[in-house]
Nanobody, 130 residues
Framework: QLKLVESGGGLVQPGGSLRLSCAAS?????????????VGWFRQAPGGNIREGVS?????????YYADSVKGRFTISRDNAKNTVYLQMNSLKPEDTYVYYC?????????????????WGQGTQVTVSS
């Protein structure tokens, strides 16, 4: 089964930057490589029950999608050879403080809706504070 592990979270001051990574493994079990999957980033407040879609990238990296709240500040990219997807976050604001999750799906039309995704990582905390 596909396994996703996020890293790169931490504490940053307002206006700062972080780059999150989502490393994928487990392909030998399902026969598909990462380039078969759309990958998305989502965020959720600790203890909260609403998970917000942030960004997604098509399996070939050609198409990307961003929530209005992060457009112009966040950039998603992928390196299929390294089985890794990245989320570069610039000009961070306190309201970007969340646990960030990556997720994957083989549904080619996926954007940033939670129900479109089948596989989820455990999350990484991002805190923006002075």
């Amino acid at each position: 089964q596909l396994k996703l592990v996020e890293s790169g979270g931490g504490l940053v001051q307002p206006g700062g930057s972080l780059r999150l990574s989502c490393a994928a493994s487990g392909f030998s079990l399902d026969g598909f490589s990462l380039d078969s999957y759309v990958v998305g980033w989502f965020r959720q407040a600790p203890g909260g029950n609403i998970r917000e879609g942030v960004s997604s990238i098509s399996s070939d990296g050609v198409y990307t999608y961003y929530a209005d709240s992060v457009k112009g500040r966040f950039t998603i990219s992928r390196d299929n050879a390294k089985n890794t997807v990245y989320l570069q976050m610039n000009s961070l604001k306190p309201e970007d403080t969340y646990v960030y999750y990556c997720a994957a799906t083989r549904y080619k039309g996926a954007t940033i809706k939670v129900y479109e995704y089948d596989y989820w990582g455990q999350g990484t905390q991002v805190t923006v504070s002075s």
